[in-house]
């Protein structure tokens, strides 16, 4: 039916209104209705063509990972105020969508001679505070040089990460390497716990007595089990979902989109849905976390750029 207003809309200076409906089989009331909301569908669809533009720009930004709930996150940080269904079809009619994890395959091969540190966190990935509560785990990307190791530590509080090692091994070097680097820039309590599955790497004695030395505490879970450390493999699902599984010409390539990833991106521009505190980046969470011990200690504190008051 609209083809056959715009018709009339565009014939109507050469032929009679009238003449064009009654020809056409339409009512004069109906075509002047239509022709009055023109405007209005012609201001929609500039609105929208601009909506379209900002979510490109979030898309892009995001590296093509986000999709509706974080594209609509993002743009109510920017000032946009715009409902989550009209984000979600317009992205729907422009094939805008996030990137679907893949599965990956685990690294995990236990030594049967080391006797594994206790679970101390019995699949409970949460934290009060930065510092107390850390996972680990291993992963690989394929090169035409070889694999390039890649061993994190997230802290539970904030899901930033803290700490990480890249080689062409996973020794246990490797995850002792990425917790000094966890112990020298996560501010980490006495006692903080490091978590891991059960590879070798993480019960070996290099790695125990490394972790005793900074003060921490060794926790396992059980052989086979993902479950026992879903965050450190739903952590491992985003990297390679967002950073591709490409092959890379060599690991230096490949070190330095792991590096532009973690520290430009993940860290201080992913969003992540919090339970308290709606969309934040890891660093956020942070120092929302900052914020609320210095003045529930009674310290006057100034407001943070960027993230609005507890």
Known sequence: MSE????IAAEKATC??????????VPRSSFYAWADGEEARRTRRRADDALVHEITVVHLASRGAYGVPRVHAELRRLGHEVNRERIERLMRE???AGITRRRRRSLT???????PAPDLLGRDFTADRPGTRLVGDITYLPTEEGWLY????LDLATREVVGYAMADHHRADLVVDALQMAHGRGRLEPDCIAHSDRGSEYTSAQFRSEATRLGMRASTGRTGSCYDNAAAESFWAVLKAEIGTRIRPDRATARGEVFSFIETFYNR???RKHPSW??????E???RHTLGCVRGSGVRVPSVPGVSSL
């Open 4 to 7: 056959i207003y715009r018709f």
């Open 16 to 25: 009679p209104v009238a003449l064009l409906c009654r020809i056409l089989g």
């Open 94 to 96: 422009h094939g805008t």
């Open 109 to 115: 091969r236990p030594d049967k001679q080391a006797r």
């Open 150 to 153: 890649l061993a994190c530590w």
């Open 269 to 271: 521009r992913r969003l």
């Open 278 to 283: 709606d969309y934040l980046t890891p660093h």
């Open 285 to 287: 969470t942070r120092q």
